[in-house]
């Protein structure tokens, strides 16, 4: 991370934490780790809320089996105490209808520090 110290270690704990809790398919405990009043960005709709964005999520989840999604070359592109955003590469694999597939993207998130602790308040994904 460009910038050291308890805050880019917590940002990069929790980045890890978001793609572990990606790959274990528990949209219960994914959804922790997103502010209720997010919005996501994904190449098939725009998603408002948790509540949305927890049905989208899931629904990936069932169209794509086994998947293994993982995030490569971070880049912090703003970190403060309370806001940092962050792009990254992402990459998946899985079985969509029985066939193996895989796909990959970019990604930026916002995160913001709410009660203590970071959530995502918003995520960009495009292929």
Known sequence: MERAGSVGVE???FMVE???RTN???VGRLRELIADDASYWFTDGSYEGVEAIAGAVQRTFEEIRDEIYT????RWVHV???FAVVRYRFHWVGFVDGQRREG???GTNALARRDGRWQVVHEH???
């Not at 995030?71 to 971070?74: A, F, G, H």
């Open 11 to 13: 940002l990069e704990a």
């Open 18 to 20: 978001y793609g572990r």
């Open 24 to 26: 274990a398919h528990d």
């Open 71 to 74: 995030i490569s070359d971070v």
């Open 80 to 82: 403060s105490a309370d």
């Open 104 to 106: 990959r993207g970019r």
């Open 125 to 127: 994904l495009s292929t």
